[in-house]
């Protein structure tokens, strides 16, 4: 993926470490970024800002985003209620490689309570370059529309 590719970007409290990190190293990695925040460890309602990104995506404002809370269960819940949305959860490299290849994911979620800030890094990193492979794939994603 080019570093011209927006990305839009949205945590809650418990993510909020992870996601400042992440942008930082995108920003300098020349990727522009949209922070839909939050912006400290105040406690806030995830939900809020799943809907604000993941509305993002869905409108097609953004083709790519990155979604942060302690687990990432409940932002991709809440990211995947949004049509044309497909949010992976992915805490390690290989759940992110094959959510591109086989599922097209439009939203990485990651877990800040989960992984380690350089393991994120090296997740994003993967997520960012590998490719849909199309083909038998991009039936069955097709078949989320029909639901
Ligand atoms: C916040 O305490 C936590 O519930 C939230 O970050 C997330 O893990 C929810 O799924």
């Not at 839009?8 to 949209?34: C, N, P, Q, R, W």
């Amino acid at each position: 993926m080019e570093s011209t590719t927006p990305i839009v970007m949205g945590s809650d409290h418990a993510g909020y470490a992870l996601k400042k990190f992440i942008k930082e190293y995108l920003t300098v990695s020349d990727f522009e970024v949209e922070d839909c925040g939050t912006f400290s460890e105040d406690s806030v309602d995830y939900t809020d800002f799943g809907i604000q990104v993941a509305g993002k995506v869905s409108a097609g404002d953004f083709n790519r985003g990155i979604l942060v809370c302690g687990t990432g269960l409940g932002m991709s819940m809440v990211a995947n209620r949004f049509k044309k949305v497909r949010a992976a959860l992915c805490n390690d490299l290989f759940s992110a490689i094959m959510s591109r290849r086989h599922n097209d994911s439009n939203i990485l979620v990651l877990g800040g309570r989960v992984v380690g800030s350089e393991l994120a890094k090296e997740i994003v990193n993967v997520w960012l370059k590998t490719p849909f492979e199309g083909g038998r794939h991009r039936k069955r994603i097709e078949k989320f529309d029909t639901i």
